[in-house]
């Protein structure tokens, strides 16, 4: 990563309102510092000041709160890390904004309008540090324009190798020429964006570029998590029907990640030219446009270690996909069946919903459990529905216990489990996506 896009600021101060200008000071400055356009920097000074004046409701004076405020070359984000004995995350549902009462409820309205004024928000718990909120708000870079692509020749002879910010450029430019929307992820529609991403040290890329400098393809690849890496192509400009390019391609990605800790190589949006031979099949996703028609996604797995084996936990009512989806991919996994006993949920379940406006695609993941689950996942799919969304699909994680108090919801809802991503999350993840047209 750039050391220069390695910057941080922090404050910790006590949650009392006298401290309020100090944090959205603090925010607002360092987020610009950090290159976010006033707008942006805005937003995420808007989402502190919400936040805080929250935590001065629901904690003592004495209490402090920790900011930090962090630049992801392409991103700024802000992480607040408190402890509190009753945190209530139901304004942060994309669906709360008509269930809170103004007068009555003020509070959760802030958290509302904070949820609102970012990008994405994460929240984590740990039993030494406590809670920690993490807002993220992303820079604004203007997208792809009508100019002229540079042409893509067949090239006879060519070289795969890192790319410099301008290359980087016209690969982007040469991708949404050459491939359907639909199927390449929205980074690659933002040149800047993917010059920050690569510069920032978030993703890498292999280019097929000849003496000359022109290009002819290339692969995007980012560590998604610690355990696994996520690939997008490879794509191949204009180029001979035999050529090796594709292969050679995605060698190279394979080749940088092959010394490391990397469990294995995932690529949700692969295209005509992945070389299938390389990788297992993991399943199908359909992406419905606004017409009505569809794209069919394949999603593949390349396993890079040994697998020791790990257990995961299920519902009784997706048991059967599970070991039919561990037996195709021989992974071995010991599923723990589990299901609600009777035993104590909070109030408010809580939903993180992630839009791709470019691919009419919303993801939902769970944030936390509670007694209302069910009515909060058929309120999301009927607002998600009016808003007219066509891709709507459902993340959880294996590996956390209560995540898969979900799965009746789901099923009767119309969601159906899709894929299996290995080591994805915390462990293994489940995509379900809700059922298109007939």
């Known amino acids: 990563m750039d050391e220069r896009m390695r910057r941080e600021g922090s404050l910790s101060v006590n949650t009392d309102r006298v401290f309020l200008h100090v944090a959205t000071s603090f925010v607002e400055n360092t987020a610009i510092g950090l290159g976010l356009d006033k707008p942006q920097a805005l937003s995420l000074t808007l989402a502190t000041e919400e936040i805080f004046e929250y935590l001065c409701e629901i904690a003592s004076p004495e209490k402090a709160v920790h900011i930090r405020c962090r630049s992801g070359g392409y991103y700024v984000q802000v992480e607040f890390v408190f402890f509190v004995e009753s945190f209530d995350l139901h304004a942060f549902n994309l669906t709360a904004g008509g269930s809170i009462d103004v007068e009555t409820n ?16 994460e929240l984590n718990e740990d039993k030494d540090q406590g809670l920690c909120l993490l807002l993220v ?15 893509a020749r067949p090239l006879k002879e060519f070289s795969v190798r890192d790319a410099g910010p301008e290359e980087l450029k016209i690969f982007s430019q040469l991708t949404d020429f050459y491939y359907q929307r639909q199927i390449t992820p929205t980074f690659l529609q933002y040149p800047g964006k993917l010059v920050d991403m690569v510069k920032g040290g978030h993703y890498q890329t292999a280019l097929a570029v000849d003496t000359e400098g022109h290009v002819g393809g290339g692969i995007v690849w980012h560590w998604r998590n610690a355990r696994i890496v996520e690939g997008f192509g490879p794509y191949v400009f204009n180029q001979p029907t035999q050529t090796a390019m594709a292969g050679r391609l995605v060698e190279a990605c394979l080749g940088a990640i092959a010394r490391t800790p990397a469990m294995g190589l995932l690529v949700q949006y692969p295209t005509h030219d992945l070389p299938k031979a390389y990788f297992e099949p993991l399943g199908h996703i359909q992406v419905y446009r606004e017409n009505e028609s569809k794209v069919v996604l394949n999603a593949y797995f390349r396993q890079m270690h040994e697998d020791a084996g790990a257990a995961v936990w299920s519902h009784p009512d997706l048991q059967r996909f599970l070991q039919k989806a561990y037996d195709e991919l021989a992974l071995p996994r010991e599923i723990r069946l589990m299901k609600h006993q009777g035993e104590f949920r909070s109030r408010h379940s809580v939903l993180a919903t992630r839009f791709d406006l470019a691919h009419n695609r919303v993801d939902l993941r769970p944030i936390r459990p509670g007694m209302d689950l069910h009515e909060n996942v058929v309120k999301h799919l009927k607002l998600l529905a009016q808003e007219g969304v066509r891709n709507i699909f459902f993340v959880m994680d294996l590996a956390v216990s209560w995540q898969a108090h979900f799965t009746p919801s789901l099923l009767q809802n119309g969601l159906e489990p899709k894929m299996v991503l290995p080591y994805a999350g915390k462990g293994d993840e489940v995509v379900f996506q809700l ?3 007939s």
């Open 106 to 121: 003020p509070d959760e309205m802030r958290l509302l309008i904070a949820s609102r004024a970012v990008d994405r928000f």
């Open 137 to 151: 708000k992303e820079k604004a870079y203007p997208a792809l324009t009508d100019e002229p692509v540079p042409p």
């Open 435 to 437: 059922k298109g047209p």
